[in-house]
Nanobody
Framework: QVQLVESGGGSVQAGGSLRLSCVAS????????MGWIRQAPGKEREGVAS????????YYTDSVKGRFTISQDNAHNTVYLQMNSLKPEDTGMYYC????????????????WGQGTQVTVSS
């Protein structure tokens, strides 16, 4: 049974940083993408960043480029999202997800999901 467990969310002021972690169990890292998806209040889920663990190829939505970094630790089946220079518009529930059947930043196509971790950025 695949389990994705996120941690690291919290409340920070604008300009601050957080690092999210996603530990995968029952799942073998492969070249299938893993991603971070966020959902702001009243909005649809949005693909923020994605990575292909074996090759290390990373992808970002435009609004986070230069501020967020996705990485992986294959030995520990963990994916990270380092978030710097946070803005109030980054507020939302952040989900770890795996194996999209569509685009790696297309939130609707991911097969496996974690429960999410809340990120709140105040101005």
């Amino acid at each position: 049974q695949v389990q994705l467990v996120e941690s690291g969310g919290g409340s920070v002021q604008a300009g601050g940083s957080l690092r999210l972690s996603c530990v995968a169990s029952g799942y073998t890292f492969s070249n299938r993408a893993m991603g971070w998806i966020r959902q702001a209040p009243g909005k649809e889920r949005e693909g923020v960043a994605s990575i292909r663990p074996v090759l290390g190829f990373a992808y970002y939505t435009d609004s986070v480029k230069g501020r967020f970094t996705i990485s992986q630790d294959n030995a520990h089946n963990t994916v990270y999202l380092q978030m710097n220079s946070l803005k109030p518009e980054d507020t939302g529930m952040y989900y770890c997800a795996a194996e999209p059947w569509g685009g790696v930043l297309d939130a609707k196509t991911y097969k496996y999901w974690g429960q999410g971790t809340q990120v709140t950025v105040s101005s």
